[in-house]
Nanobody
């Protein structure tokens, strides 16, 4: 079992940066691939970024590639999402997620956090 708690969301202006954090507790954080998904109003929850258990592999959705960076600190049981050049279309609830495998499909994920709201004003 893994418990995930996101933080760092807020209201920013277009072009600003923001860093989300996800603190994990429970068993063997370092054995899980970690993910960020997001859910915008009126849309399906979608994949944003993922990182392997070692940090050696990262995957990004095309919509965030080059602007978002996912990283992890296994000593702190924390995963981060650094977001730059934010756009109004990045407005969403951002969810941290853990799974034994690196995935991009919502339905396959084992563990979810409660989410943190990110709002980007134009």
């Amino acid at each position: 079992q893994v418990q995930l708690v996101e933080s760092g969301g807020g209201l920013v202006q277009a072009g600003d940066s923001l860093r989300l954090s996800c603190a994990a507790s429970g068993r063997t954080f370092r054995s899980y691939a970690m993910h960020w998904f997001r859910h915008a109003p009126g849309k399906e929850r979608e994949f944003a970024a993922a990182i392997s258990w070692s940090g050696g592999r990262t995957v990004y959705a095309d919509s965030v590639k080059g602007r978002f960076t996912i990283s992890r600190d296994n000593a702190k049981n924390t995963v981060y999402l650094q977001m730059k050049s934010l756009k109004p279309e990045d407005t969403a609830v951002y969810y941290c997620a853990a799974d034994s495998f690196l995935r991009t499909v919502v339905s396959a994920i084992e563990y979810w956090g409660q989410g943190t709201q990110v709002t980007v004003s134009s």
